[in-house]
Nanobody, 127 residues
Framework: QVQLVESGGGLVQAGGSLRLSCAAS????????MGWFRQAPGKEREYVAG????????YYADSVKGRFTISRDNAENTVYLQMNSLKPEDTAVYYC????????????????????WGQGTQVTVSS
């Protein structure tokens, strides 16, 4: 069983930065594709970014491209989401997700592709 625990959320002013972390346990982390999703109040959960288990490939939603960076440290069993130039519309609960994949270069891009989810961390961006 895979456990995912997010941290690093909080309140920040528009234009500021936050770095989210997601610590994984209970599995061989390096064989899992990882992703970040978010859900704003009254809206559906949406994809933010994903990274292949090799770390060599990433993919971003258009809304965060150029501002957010996903990365992973397989030695530390942790995936990160560096968020810069934050906007009020980035306010949401951010979720980490994981799923095992046999292909090192694949970036999983849909909710249904992910088997394991964290509990979420709140990010609030004030204007």
């Amino acid at each position: 069983q895979v456990q995912l625990v997010e941290s690093g959320g909080g309140l920040v002013q528009a234009g500021g930065s936050l770095r989210l972390s997601c610590a994984a346990s209970g599995t061989t982390f390096s064989s899992y594709g990882m992703g970040w999703f978010r859900q704003a109040p009254g809206k559906e959960r949406e994809y933010v970014a994903g990274v292949s288990w090799s770390g060599g490939r990433t993919y971003y939603a258009d809304s965060v491209k150029g501002r957010f960076t996903i990365s992973r440290d397989n030695a530390e069993n942790t995936v990160y989401l560096q968020m810069n130039s934050l906007k009020p519309e980035d306010t949401a609960v951010y979720y980490c997700a994981a799923s095992k994949t046999s292909l090192p270069g694949v970036v999983l891009r849909t909710q249904s592709a992910y088997a394991y989810w964290g509990q979420g961390t709140q990010v609030t961006v004030s204007s």
